[in-house]
């Protein structure tokens, strides 16, 4: 059974942007990317939590992040998953984020510094995949890391990316669809 979307809407509602922003503080509230370092952002509120909505979280989820940034994706992530596995590249951002999410008390988090677009194959399958930076191409490795029945979030695409939603049936057979026009940082 999916998450009720009023109860994440709820929840995103009081989550505190600022706590995941060193600089810029100030411009929380406003649905729009900001820099937190290292060539890298925040994205807007909206588009977070609408990526969230479209990966159609169920509690029983075990989900893979990548992209964990400031955490601020990971913490809608985690509150309505039961496992969250996230991965980030840039290890000052790693710890920074771990260091917040622990803060707020999430314990169902594992982290891993590391190269997203190779998932985190140890701990596969996933049942949900949620790609917070843009992939030139569809990276095979995360389509074969998604449990059957599975769902993944992606930007994929060159300056301006596309969000695809891909889904994979029972039987193994996979999906694509393109929902909208989104602008992300590259994947590294």
């Known amino acids: ?5 009023d109860k994440i809407s709820a929840f995103y509602n009081k989550l ?3 706590f995941f922003m060193e600089d810029n503080k100030k411009f929380a509230r406003i649905d729009a990317p900001f820099s937190i370092g290292y060539g890298q952002t925040i994205s807007q509120p909206s588009l ?6 479209l990966l159609e979280l169920e509690e029983e989820s075990k989900v893979l992040e990548i992209g964990t940034g400031s955490g601020y994706q990971s913490a809608l992530l985690a509150e309505f998953s039961n496992e969250l596995y996230t991965v980030e590249v840039i290890e ?5 984020a771990k260091e917040r999410l622990k803060k707020l008390g999430y314990r169902n988090i594992r982290y891993k510094i590391g190269n997203g677009s ?5 701990e596969a399958p996933f049942d949900r995949i949620m790609v917070t930076a843009a992939a030139t191409t569809m990276p095979n490795a995360l389509i074969e890391q998604l449990a059957p029945n599975g769902r993944m979030v992606i930007p994929v695409g060159e300056f301006w990316q596309r969000l695809i939603v891909v889904t994979k049936d029972e039987d193994g057979s996979v999906q694509f669809i393109d ?8 994947l590294v």
Do not use: C, N, Q
Request: glycine share 4%; proline share 3%; net charge positive.
């Open 92 to 96: 000052p951002l790693y710890l920074k």
């Open 48 to 53: 977070v939590l609408y990526m969230t909505l």
């Open 118 to 122: 190779l998932g985190w194959i140890e």
């Open 179 to 186: 929902d909208i026009a989104v602008r992300f940082v590259r």
């Open 16 to 18: 505190d942007r600022s």
């Open 1 to 5: 059974m999916f998450v009720d979307k």
